[in-house]
């Protein structure tokens, strides 16, 4: 029972995820989370954190996932509620839209 | 992340080909052929699951999971020791066990990123991370002494001296000195003076990169801003001698004359943005007002105005260059020659002729912004020539805001002179510290918006951030019409208030700033675009 549905999420995940590939929505979302991070300074925040693990953790001695890693929690926890509202909204209004075709 | 041996040995052997393929149809597909191409295969061939970290090898057709290691398998299994990330692009070395650069492969890369992007309209391409130039290394080599601005920090921060009567001046220079994109342009000296060395110092442009600079010293002391003085006698006669000026003509001077020497022209050989003002008649849509000056691109919002003949329901529309936007406080006060906008004729504006009727005195910002943009009818006696009908007739006016400006200035008109009687109307008009300006502007007015779903619409709408915009500066007036003096308050960093009474700054609440009798209110863009 709990597989059934644990496969039916999958499934959905995967039809949504086609969707937003072909329909180009998933490079647009990728475009508009890019700008606004840019523009509220997350990512220069995340680039100084970056050069500070690999200063501490000397440039030889660390790899890309590592780096990820190490940054991933500090980089999730810095992104503005109101670009993950903005985003999520943006979701919701194009399956909405997919729904109605 | 570096170059290795592997990578060199794999494109000597079997060339760029398939990367450039891989890339192009699963990594930045730039037509919808691509993408759907794209949606459709883009799962791992081991698990069938659409991985949001999948790799394509570059020895075979095979997409694998990173997360659970589908690729490695794959990787090890069959010795083919590199694949490329389907998300990024970049190249994983399962010898080296990094990702690792190529040249070649990563300007393969930028080319088809840069069609896939165009193809979809995507903005944040145009993005470019700063770099310092080579002369700008050696700038900053030869400068070694570095200040880091904190939070707490307060540089920036400095009074000014009254000069006799000319606190109406400070006030405008704080807002200007604060203003968040004009104190970029200044400190990263981008004024490049147009005027000739003798010119130039008249020019008053080099005069506010004098006192950014002067600001930004980290001196304490209140600046004299003798200098600044003089250069707007000389440039704005009307402002000269020592009596009180009205605030707001001032800022509208000050923001001419920059435009002005921006361009390298001083007095009276450009166009200035008066003449869009008083010389406008006969001129139809299509203004040729393209400024780029750094003035310009902060200030300049385009105003739109919809001129709709009660007779044929023609709508004759213009759009406007406007630095600021006037609000009348008062009940049905006249409107400025400036917003009398018609597309005929002889016709000078005719009196008794306001943007709303009624006696509807508004108390806040949105009261103010809403009867600026409600549509009006025009009487009888304010009959316009229209062009359909070819005859006088009764209209309906309404103004909307076409293009934002970066920064909105908004002019609370508390001084009354027009009845003959000068007065001040000192009703409290609240505002807000965040702004949206979506209501307001031109698409609102013709509800063209692609969603079908109203509900889905409106919230949309509230949460993006496209035409929001925060306080940044307000300008108050104290006393009255005969006898006052103008204060600021003006905001540093994101939520920082100071108060600035010529050469007193005090520190602020945000409270007090939102309790005062704004004058100027001066609010920035939240979201800046990426020029195309
Ligand atoms: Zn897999
Ligand atoms: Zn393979
Ligand atoms: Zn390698
Ligand atoms: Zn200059
Ligand atoms: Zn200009
Ligand atoms: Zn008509």
Redesign the interface.
Known sequence: MADDIKRKD?QM??TI????????ER??LK?LL???L??CGW?DQLKQHCKEVVKQKGLEHI???DLVAEITPKGRALVPD?VK??LL??I??FL??QA?N | MTSCGHITEYKSKYGTNQFRIIHAYFIAASSDNARRRKGKSGVCHTCRFPSFRLHACLYCVYFGCYTTKHIHEHAFSKNHNLAADMTYGTIFCFECGDYVYDKELESIAQIQNEKAAKSLGLKSYNFIAWEPTEVEVEILRQNPKRRKVENKSTIGLRGLINLGNTCFMNCIVQSLIHTPVLRDFFLADKHNCQMTSVEAQQCLVCEMARLFQEFYSGNRTPHIPYRLLHLVWTNARHLAGYEQQDAHEFLIAALDVLHRHCKGYSDNKCLSINKFFTGRNGMTSGNPHHCNCIIDQIFTGGLQSDVTCQECNNVSTTIDPIWDISLDLGPGAPIPNALLNVNNSSSSPSSGFSNSPGTYEPTSLLDCLKRFTKPEHLGSSAKIKCSTCHSYQESTKQLTMKKLPIVACFHLKRFEHSTGLHKKISTFVSFPEELDMTPFMSSSRNNTNGYRNQIVQESAKGLSCDNKYSLFAVVNHMGTIECGHYTCFIRQHKDQWFKCDDHLITKATLNEVLKSEGYLLFYHKQILEYQQ
């Not at chain 1, 995820?17 to 180009?24: F, I, M, Y």
């Open positions: 999958a995940r995967a995820n086609q969707k937003l590939v072909e329909t180009g490079d647009r475009d890019r700008t606004r840019i523009e990512r790899t890309v996932d109101n509202k903005e909204q943006r919701r209004t909405a839209q109605d």
